[in-house]
């Protein structure tokens, strides 16, 4: 079976900084792009960072070019999101799902709550 575990959300004040994680199991996790993805109350989902099997593609949304950082450990089946300078707008439902720029159409995970408040 398939499976994403998204962990690391939680609530944080503007200018603060979270880790998240995604632990997978069911496939093979080395040999699939992968893209953390965010959904806002009210709003579709985006993609907001990618990264790809070898980890030699990286991108990243404009909205978090620069405050953002994503990494994976192909030994632990693990992908990784470093979330700094945390602005209200990046509050959202933050996931993993499989594939390059995806948001969600070839597997993803129930995702982790991420609030940015004062």
């Known amino acids: 079976e398939v499976q994403f575990v998204e962990s690391g959300g939680g609530m944080v004040q503007p200018g603060g900084s979270l880790s998240l994680s995604c632990v997978t199991s069911g496939f093979g996790f080395s040999h699939y792009d992968m893209t953390w993805a965010r959904q806002a109350p009210g709003k579709g989902p985006e993609w907001v960072s990618t990264i790809n099997f070898s980890e030699n593609l990286k991108d990243y949304s404009d909205d978090v070019k620069g405050r953002f950082f994503i990494s994976r450990d192909n030994s632990k089946n693990t992908l990784y999101l470093e979330m700094t300078s945390l602005k209200l707008e990046d509050t959202a439902l933050y996931f993993c799902?499989?594939?390059?720029?995806?948001?969600?159409?070839?597997?993803r995970g129930q995702g982790t709550q991420v609030t940015v408040s004062s």
């Open positions: 799902a499989r594939g390059l720029y995806s948001t969600g159409d070839n597997g």
